[in-house]
């Protein structure tokens, strides 16, 4: 099964960019379907962004145009770039691997807080 594990978290101010990275280890980086999600306080974690096997991408109406979401599977790595940062982009942003046969894993989290 795969681990993964999170970084790139931060304080930013309104307006700022930080890229976001999930490492992948212990299987076949390849053949999981990545995610970024997110959890703000008092909120339900949330869908932000999608890449699958085949790189097709997927993206929250709230971050269309500012998130991009990208995998490196000869690094074993994914990456979230943020930028245009607002307030409510403040939560802890959770990578997620989804194995072909349906199994989700998740990471601890990487804390974003967009103020100024």
């Known amino acids: 099964q795969v681990q993964v594990v999170e970084s790139g978290g931060g304080l930013v101010q309104p307006g700022g960019s930080l890229r976001l990275s999930c490492a992948a280890s212990g299987s076949i980086f390849s053949i999981y379907d990545m995610a970024w999600y997110r959890q703000a306080p008092g909120k339900q974690r949330e869908l932000v962004a999608g890449?699958?096997?085949?790189?097709?991408?997927n993206y929250a109406d709230s971050v269309k145009g500012r998130f991009t979401i990208s995998r490196d599977n000869a690094e074993n790595m994914m990456y979230l770039q943020m930028i245009s940062l607002k307030p409510e982009d403040t939560a802890v942003y959770y990578c997620n691997a989804v194995s072909p046969r349906g199994y989700y894993y998740w990471g601890q989290g990487t804390q974003v807080t967009v103020s100024s």
């Open positions: 890449i699958t096997r085949g790189r097709s991408t």
